[in-house]
């Protein structure tokens, strides 16, 4: 599974961007997907996290409220797949990297993808947010 994410940019606090992600390349079974980011000098944390279905979503405490994680319905039969994440209100707090992932764990397991058990990650997203 190949992963490229894109929409990244600069705005400015209280404006809004669009996080597309796609996923190329079938798998055995259907993934669940998510976001995280990265500040310089800080470890990766989780955003959101979406199942296949798109139907079941989790989010980080800090962005509650503000973002908005979907997906395309996985499926077996198709070779991409594109997730999304709407930020809105966004903070000068809300700059970092922002990383595209894939894990063939359920969203039950909601705890061990927070923690960053991923099988893909795609290449950064650089999101920037000024006061």
């Known amino acids: 599974v190949q992963l490229q994410a894109s929409g990244g940019g600069s705005v400015q606090a209280g404006g809004s961007l669009r996080l597309s992600c796609t996923a190329s390349g079938r798998t055995s079974t259907p993934h669940t997907m998510a976001w995280f980011r990265q500040v310089t000098g800080k470890e990766r944390e989780f955003v959101a996290a979406v199942d296949w279905k798109g139907v079941e979503t989790h989010y980080a405490d800090s962005v509650k409220g503000r973002f908005t994680i979907s997906r395309d319905r996985a499926s077996r039969d198709r070779a991409e797949n594109t997730m999304y994440l709407q930020m809105d209100s966004l903070k000068p707090e809300d700059t970092a990297v922002y990383y595209c992932?894939?894990?063939?764990?359920?969203?039950?397991?909601?705890?061990?993808?927070?923690?960053?058990?991923?099988?893909?990650w795609g290449k950064g997203t650089q999101v920037t947010v000024s006061s």
């Open positions: 992932a894939s894990t063939g764990l359920n969203i039950a397991t909601i705890h061990l993808i927070m923690r960053g058990d991923i099988d893909y």
